[in-house]
T-cell receptor, first 114, second 114 residues
Framework: AQSVTQLGSHVSVSEGALVLLRCNYS??????LFWYVQYPNQGLQLLLK??????LVKGINGFEAEFKKSETSFHLTKPSAHMSDAAEYFC????????????FGPGTSLSVIP | NAGVMQNPRHLVRRRGQEARLRCSPM?????VYWYRQLPEEGLKFMVY????????ESGMPKERFSAEFPKEGPSILRIQQVVRGDSAAYFC????????????FGSGTQLSVL
């Protein structure tokens, strides 16, 4: 069965500092991996996804993530945090079967300090 | 192009009443997913539907919960005889066939059970 863990339920960074949100997964087959962002009182939006090919994936708003099979990790980074990045971030995994069942991690709340 | 529409945004019910949550997927999307989000927790998969078919309901509680996606009209998540523990945010997502894991979320329905 698939599962996702996210280290750190709350992360605070200063504006302009590096953002690093950690995600580890377990999957019995090569996974598809995703990061979603949720702003207050809104649904989730896809930031980026990894399916196959290049292990460094670039997403919207300057975010990127690297798939490391040996570490079963898919950490999300951004070189310089902006105030507007404050939100809840969810890592997710999917095993391509006959449909796309996506399993989400518990989320990490990112605060950006001016 | 309208996004995923969920209504109502907020729903208050007393214990023992029924709750009906509606979701209209994006135009052209034939796959609908329902997730439940509790405070400090991630999104928990409930059910996956296609038109007139329940594909996977492994995340649905065995009693009181049901879902449908009729040929015409929105998808409905129905909770009978609600209890306080049903209080949560319920999110609907839709996806186009073939784009793995790319879910488009609605803004959710916040269910409060008094």
């Amino acid at each position: 069965a698939q599962s996702v863990t996210q280290l750190g339920s709350h992360v605070s960074v200063s504006e302009g500092a590096l953002v690093l949100l950690r995600c580890n997964y377990s999957s019995s087959v090569p996974p598809y991996l995703f990061w979603y962002v949720q702003y207050p009182n809104q649904g989730l939006q896809l930031l980026l996804k990894y399916t196959t090919g290049a292990t460094l994936v670039k997403g919207i708003n300057g975010f990127e993530a690297e798939f490391k099979k040996s570490e079963t990790s898919f950490h999300l980074t951004k070189p310089s945090a902006h105030m507007s990045d404050a939100a809840e971030y969810f890592c997710a995994v999917s095993e391509k079967t006959s449909y796309d069942k996506v399993i989400f991690g518990p989320g990490t709340s990112l605060s950006v300090i001016p | 192009n309208a996004g995923v529409m969920q209504n109502p945004r907020h729903l208050v019910r007393r214990r023992g009443q029924e709750a009906r949550l509606r979701c209209s997927p994006m135009k052209g999307h034939s796959h609908v997913y329902w997730y439940r989000q509790l405070p400090e927790e991630g999104l928990k998969f409930m059910v996956y539907l296609q038109k007139e078919n329940i594909i996977d309901e492994s995340g649905m509680p065995k009693e009181r919960f049901s879902a449908e996606f009729p040929k015409e009209g929105p998808s409905i998540l129905r909770i009978q005889q609600v209890v306080r523990g049903d209080s949560a945010a319920y999110f609907c997502a839709s996806s186009p066939q073939g784009d793995v894991g790319k879910l488009f979320f609605g803004s959710g329905t916040q269910l409060s059970v008094l």
